[in-house]
Nanobody, 123 residues
């Protein structure tokens, strides 16, 4: 079992930055890949970014490429999502998810999920 707790969301103006954190506990952190997903009101959950167990493979949705950066700190068992140049369309609840070894872009591939953290970007 892996427990995930997101933090770092909030209200920010367009063009601003936020850093989301996902603190993991329960199993060997280094053996897990992680993904960030988001869900806006009335929309389906969508892939944002993922990072492999080794940290060497990182993927991004086209909509955030060049603005968001995913990283992991195995010593702190935490995954981060640095979000820069935020836009109103980035407003959503952001979820952290985990699965063994290989990262993916589909929500159904992940076994563990956090509760989510709200990000609101005002224009």
């Amino acid at each position: 079992q892996v427990q995930l707790v997101e933090s770092g969301g909030g209200l920010v103006q367009a063009g601003g930055s936020l850093r989301l954190s996902c603190a993991a506990s329960g199993r060997t952190f280094s053996g897990y890949a992680f993904g960030w997903f988001r869900q806006a009101p009335g929309k389906e959950r969508e892939f944002v970014s993922s990072i492999s167990w080794s940290g060497t493979t990182r993927n991004y949705a086209d909509s955030v490429k060049g603005r968001f950066t995913i990283s992991r700190d195995n010593a702190k068992t935490t995954v981060y999502l640095q979000m820069n140049s935020l836009k109103p369309e980035d407003t959503a609840v952001y979820y952290c998810a985990a699965r063994r070894l290989v990262a993916g872009a589909l929500a159904l591939e992940y076994d563990y999920w956090g509760q989510g953290t709200q990000v609101t970007v005002s224009s």
